[in-house]
């Protein structure tokens, strides 16, 4: 399927009834981004970050690897999150973004790109191996997902997403709910 207007607001709407995290995301989105900027948040908001990150693709990570990542989100001090927190938001560029959560046990190039997504959805959006191999599948994206994702990697991947999204009209968000929807149907991805 192309990336056409049409098919990412038709898959869009697909994802909102097909992913049984489509609602709570939802309020996530609504309430964190507001909130991680005002600094009003508990560890609990934190943690839901990471857990959507490893969660969202529905047992495509072995439980046990997920489990493992999530503990280790979970040994960083709570004034290290919020400090990490707040020099993201407070960084110019996406690199410097990703630097400020990456310096993080347990945060990797695209878990950080999970909190950037919520500390701006409309500038930044989650990369994972299935939106991305959807992207180069469809010669979008020109190379293959790397092992472990950089910072450069995330950075193309934004830029590639970000044109994608100006050329149908769309916002990230809806982008991301279409790639993930076209990956899931997808089983290589």
Not at 82 to 100: C, F, N, P
Not at 102 to 121: M, Y
Not at 122 to 137: I, Q, S, T
Not at 158 to 184: I, K, N
Request: with cysteine; glycine share 6%; charged share 25%.
């Amino acid at each position: 399927m192309e990336l056409t207007a049409d098919a990412i607001d038709s898959l869009a709407g697909d994802y909102e009834t097909t992913h049984p995290f489509a609602t709570v995301e939802d309020e996530h989105f609504e309430m964190l981004p507001p909130t991680l900027a005002a600094g009003d948040y508990g560890w609990r908001d934190l943690e839901w970050v990471v857990q959507w990150y490893y969660r969202r693709t529905l047992g495509a990570i072995p439980n046990a690897e997920r489990r493992e990542r999530e503990a280790a989100f979970a040994e960083n001090e709570y004034e290290a999150v919020h400090a990490a927190i707040d020099d993201a938001l407070a960084a110019d560029g996406t690199t410097d973004k990703l630097e400020s959560l990456t310096a993080l046990s347990g945060v990797d190039v695209p878990v950080a790109s999970a909190f950037v997504q919520f500390l701006s959805p409309e500038h930044f959006l989650a990369v994972g191996k299935r939106e991305w191999c959807v992207l180069a599948d469809r010669g979008v994206l020109s190379r293959p997902y790397p092992d472990e994702p950089g910072a450069d990697d995330y950075a193309a991947y934004l830029e590639c997403c970000r044109t994608v999204a100006d050329r149908c009209s769309c916002d990230l968000r809806t982008l991301y709910r279409a790639l993930w929807m076209l990956g899931y149907e997808q089983p290589d991805a």
